[in-house]
């Protein structure tokens, strides 16, 4: 939305539920400048900071100069929101770059969201297939995803996981990835199923695979397990780690019916990646 002569987006929010803490979000400025602002705690109600137009209609004009982390709070004066300060600070990224492509974040043309930081997408470079992008959205999320980075190098052409089609980079630093999307079809489950009870055996199959490069996936939830085209493609390797001792892929395994049986839903977000 315009907001004092410029085009403000809010991309995401991190709302401390307690009211009087501080809050985290991110902006992106005339499409094209990622910023990150931590709004003080008290000084907007939480229902205005989860709505795009009554947070950024609140906030003070964005200042000018190359900057991409700044505060806003309560000017001691009038009591009025103000950018306390501004920063251009280095931040976080992936470095594990194996992938020969890189796409920029205003690049994506986003869709619609199957986790926080799970979008559905299309890029111009990749031509008119939907694919998926998955990010850190903010600083402290790079962990993870840098770790499952990392794993989709491992897995590289072994037919466990989606395709990797390149690493997704904001402003030079890299911050996530893009995978083609799992079957076909434009709703969120579209081209697939999540595996059941019945599917142990192509289960076991994509499991088996990955265990013998000396992988343990982590997070054998049955929600992971994706089954289409008559075979099964596994997600979110985030928890994966190599190598892995013969006792501890070998009680993985044996853990993997019991994750098909459950009920519980754990894990049960519709998503492709």
């Not at 991110?26 to 939480?46: A, C, H, M, W």
């Not at 939907?130 to 794993?151: D, L, N, Q, S, Y």
């Not at 190098?153 to 037919?159: M, V």
């Not at 996936?217 to 190598?243: C, E, Q, S």
Request: with cysteine; proline share 6%.
């Amino acid at each position: 939305m315009e907001h004092h002569g410029r085009i403000i987006k809010l991309l995401h929010a991190s709302i401390d539920p307690d009211p009087n803490e501080d809050s985290e979000f991110r902006f992106l400025v005339d499409n094209q400048s990622v910023k990150y602002i931590t709004i003080s705690g008290g000084l907007f109600e939480p229902p205005d900071m989860s709505f795009e137009p009554a947070l950024v209609s609140q906030l003070p004009p964005f200042p000018p100069g190359d900057w991409n982390t700044a505060r806003v709070s309560a000017d001691a004066a009038t009591g009025l929101p103000r950018f306390e300060a501004t920063e251009k600070k280095l931040l976080p990224g992936i470095t594990n770059l194996w992938h020969d492509v890189r796409i920029d974040y205003t690049e994506l043309r986003m869709g619609r969201r199957l986790k926080s930081n799970v979008y559905e997408a299309t890029c111009a470079r990749l031509g008119s297939k939907t694919v998926v992008a998955k990010f850190a959205r903010f600083p402290w999320e790079i962990g993870h995803v840098a770790a499952e980075t990392t794993a989709y190098e491992w897995i590289e052409g072994h037919d466990i996981g989606p395709p990797f089609l390149g690493h997704l980079a904001e402003e030079g630093r890299v911050i996530g990835f893009v995978m083609a999307r799992v079957g076909g079809g434009k709703g969120p489950e579209s081209g697939f199923r999540h595996a059941q009870e019945d599917d142990l055996p192509l289960c076991q199959s994509s499991l088996e695979r990955l265990h013998a490069l000396g992988i343990r996936h982590g997070d054998i939830n049955k929600y992971n397990f994706l089954v289409h085209d008559g075979r099964v493609t596994m997600i979110d390797f985030d928890a994966a780690f190599r190598p892995a001792s013969t006792e501890e892929l070998k009680q993985e395994m044996q853990r993997l019916l019991d994750q098909l049986r459950d009920t519980s839903g754990r894990g049960g977000v519709h998503s492709v990646a």
